[in-house]
């Protein structure tokens, strides 16, 4: 025999999804609270997750009829837990995917962005001067020139110019110094008149005239 579930009436389901909207305020500061280590676009997404998930179980409570035991915080927190655990609504994470969550728990490990690397770290430099097409004595030039310009700048300046180096979009450089995009542009526009600035301007001396120097030496 197969039973057949009866389904709620149209005022019965308005009236539950009016409940649950009440509650996604209260679920969505637990999911804040609780990835709060995460990046910013990471986060955003996992809480989504988890107010997809809860509202998956608000859903099912609501076809038992227990809307009663139905409250903010369980619902939160079986959220969390599913996104956790690897599991999403309408499908799975991979635990073979570097970037899934589930990966990097159970195997222990985690994924750094260039972004994140310390100032005294020349990773960003290498990106920019690592290639076979520039002769090695300007990227030579170059490597010594940009780290004598970015020494000279202010610090949020410095630390402006060495994301920026990366490659990052004026999108993610707003919301990793919390400024606006517009700001990033003017600032954009101001570290390039200081670069052409400091090259024009580069007194006898300096390292690219000494190694100007030394090349016309060998």
């Not at 996992?46 to 903010?72: H, M, P, T, W």
């Not at 962005?113 to 770290?121: D, E, F, K, P, R």
């Not at 780290?147 to 110019?161: I, Q």
């Amino acid at each position: 025999m197969i039973a057949i579930t009866k389904q709620p009436s149209q005022s019965f389901q308005a009236e539950a999804n009016e409940k649950f909207l009440k509650l996604v305020p209260l679920i969505e500061r637990y999911a804040q609270t609780a990835f709060r280590q995460l990046w910013p676009e990471e986060r955003e997404e996992a809480v989504c997750e988890v107010i997809a998930n809860a509202f998956c179980f608000f859903q099912r409570l609501a076809q038992l009829g227990k809307l009663d035991v139905a409250y903010s915080t369980p619902l939160a927190r079986y959220g969390v837990a599913r996104f956790w655990a690897g599991r999403r609504v309408g499908g799975k994470a991979s635990t073979r995917d570097v970037y899934s969550f589930v990966a990097q728990r159970r195997r222990r490990f985690y994924l750094e962005s260039l972004q994140a690397v310390g100032a005294t770290s020349t990773a960003w430099l290498e990106i920019l001067a690592d290639n076979r097409i520039t002769p090695v004595l300007d990227q030579v030039v170059f490597r010594l020139d940009f780290r004598a310009w970015l020494g000279a700048l202010k610090w949020r300046d410095r630390k402006l110019a060495e994301f920026l180096a990366v490659g990052s979009t004026p999108s993610e450089t707003a919301r990793q110094f919390r400024i606006s995009r517009a700001r990033v542009s003017q600032l954009r526009r101001e570290l390039e008149t200081s670069w052409r600035k400091f090259q024009a301007e580069e007194p006898h001396g300096t390292a690219s005239t000494q190694c100007d120097s030394q090349s016309e030496a060998v």
